[in-house]
């Protein structure tokens, strides 16, 4: 008996906002990347500091500010891609909205863990500094600054994966998808 085959007609996908259980496995992704190899950086460049010294973090700032924005925009990306892949958008607008939104959580569950991690840090006794010195001002600009350019350059890297994950075949509007034949069945 012959098979009959049939063509399928395209069909526009319709999207009801964002599929929020890939924007957690992105930021899930991003958190376990970003914990593991920031983990790496802070014991490799704390372990170039002298305790024995007065301001014993000066110096290390530079290589663990380069690290962290390096590892970030990394990081942000492989989120963002894991995101679009889960979410199989359909257009690069649309995952980069799930970038985004993965972005903005993994931002809100990175700043939980550093108020976490120096809540626990916070010493009473003689190695106390005034928060007026420069040594400390210094420390915090570094880290400010450094904290803002990872975070923009994980920004744009978030949407990028993201738009990345899009299905193949969709890349542009308005162009004919291939029509896939299909059998009658039995």
Not at 15 to 20: A, D, F, L, V, Y
Not at 138 to 155: K, Q
Request: with cysteine; glycine share 14%; net charge neutral.
């Amino acid at each position: 008996m012959a098979a009959t085959t049939y063509a399928n007609e395209n069909l526009a996908v319709v999207r009801r906002g964002i599929n929020w259980g890939a924007v957690w496995g992105g930021v899930f992704t991003f958190m376990a990347i970003w914990s593991v190899f920031g983990a790496l950086g802070i014991a490799t460049f704390a372990g170039m500091a002298n305790p024995n010294v007065p301001r014993p973090v000066t110096g290390m700032s530079v290589g663990e500010s380069v690290w962290v924005i390096i590892l970030t925009a990394i990081a942000m990306y492989v989120g963002g891609l894991v995101t679009g892949r889960l979410a199989v958008v359909t257009t690069r607008h649309e995952g980069a909205a799930h970038g985004q939104a993965m972005f903005g959580l993994s931002v809100v569950g990175v700043l939980l863990l550093v108020v976490l991690a120096t809540a626990g840090l916070t010493t009473t006794g003689p190695t106390e500094v005034s928060p007026h010195s420069p040594y400390i001002l210094g420390a915090i600009a570094d880290v400010g600054w450094a904290g803002f350019v990872a975070l923009f350059l994980g920004w744009i890297c978030a949407m990028i994966g993201g738009s990345q994950g899009q299905l193949k075949g969709t890349e542009t509007a308005g162009s004919e998808t291939p029509v896939q034949q299909i059998r009658k069945v039995a």
